[in-house]
């Protein structure tokens, strides 16, 4: 794999977090040379196949589990240092994927046990946020659906007024009226300039919509960290017949992420489009490669 050079500005006074080098080794699994930095005014998407180290790194960032090496800063605090641990967690809001409150308690009992870890919870804030979600406040927390669960998750993140939102897999499991709500609300936050948003999701058309940036993690290491714009000029899809494909020499293959043959030729992901487009010429279709395709093809080339 490549390690792009991350393209945002590395001053750490515009940087709400940055990793460098950072690196933790399990059993079967390596989470290596992961560099990347998060600017205030934008929301990074975070992709990667299922197991490719996305949790592993949210896990990392929250202080649930140690890095082997490597540097993280949060608001221009070393993670590292253990006096910085209360100032910069009280300063970020956290989504989970799944649900982790006490499921005998109420949404108004999980509320009261939350508020006093932080310092700038804003009551009326969490009341304007309950009841645009419409949570029943006397209701337990296992009676909610999943998207209300989520809703409650975003309710209690928010309402204290953070500066940093790491969101892992918030949208999973959620119907398009739901996401479109959630993604709704990080529009709405990150209008606040001074604020950052690291967003996990395997499901890269709610990143499409919202993302400015797109870490892209693949079997423990880094593939890019790139504006979406770059990743739209950088990645072309090409589908070409038989006769073409079998054409390719070494160097054409080269230029291909992976290749697919099919009943009717092959469709394939180049990173180099001018140089595809030289040689497939008038003889192949392109179109703008996806977020999902760049996983999938990244995926098979992995495979082989």
Not at 126 to 147: A, D, W
Request: glycine share 8%; net charge negative.
């Amino acid at each position: 794999m490549i390690n792009s050079k991350n393209i945002m500005n590395e001053d750490s006074n515009k940087n709400i977090l940055q990793v460098k080098n950072l690196n933790k080794t399990f059993k079967e699994f390596k989470l290596q040379n992961i560099n990347f930095s998060l600017e205030k005014g934008y929301i990074m998407g975070l992709i990667g196949p299922n197991g490719s180290g996305k949790t592993t790194l949210i896990k990392i960032l929250m202080g649930l589990m140690k890095s082997d090496s490597g540097d993280i800063s949060i608001f221009g605090l070393d993670k590292n240092d253990k006096k910085n641990c209360i100032p910069i967690k009280e300063r970020i809001g956290f989504v989970y994927d799944e649900n982790y409150f006490y499921e005998e308690l109420t949404v108004k009992a999980t509320k009261n046990f939350i508020a006093p870890f932080y310092k700038n919870w804003n009551e009326d804030k969490f009341i304007q946020l309950q009841n645009n979600f419409n949570l029943p406040e006397n209701r337990k927390v296992k009676e909610l659906s999943k998207g209300m669960k989520i809703k409650l998750s975003l309710a209690l993140a928010l309402a204290h007024n953070p500066d940093l939102i790491i969101m892992d897999e918030p949208t999973s499991g959620l119907d398009p009226v739901f996401r479109s709500e959630v993604l709704d609300i990080l529009r709405d936050v990150i209008q606040n300039e001074e604020k950052g948003i690291l967003f996990s999701s395997h499901i890269t058309t709610d990143l499409d919509k919202i993302a400015d940036y797109i870490t892209f993690i693949n079997n423990g290491e880094m593939v890019f960290s790139k504006s979406k714009e770059e990743i739209g000029d950088e990645f072309l899809l090409v589908r070409g017949d038989t006769t073409l494909l079998e054409s390719f020499g070494e160097d054409e293959r080269n230029c291909f992420i992976s290749i697919k043959k099919n009943a009717f030729g092959f469709d394939g992901l180049s990173k180099d489009p001018g140089k595809v487009k030289k040689f497939c010429g008038d003889g192949a279709l392109y179109e703008k490669a996806s977020l999902e395709d760049i996983m999938v093809y990244y995926a098979r080339a992995g495979e082989k």
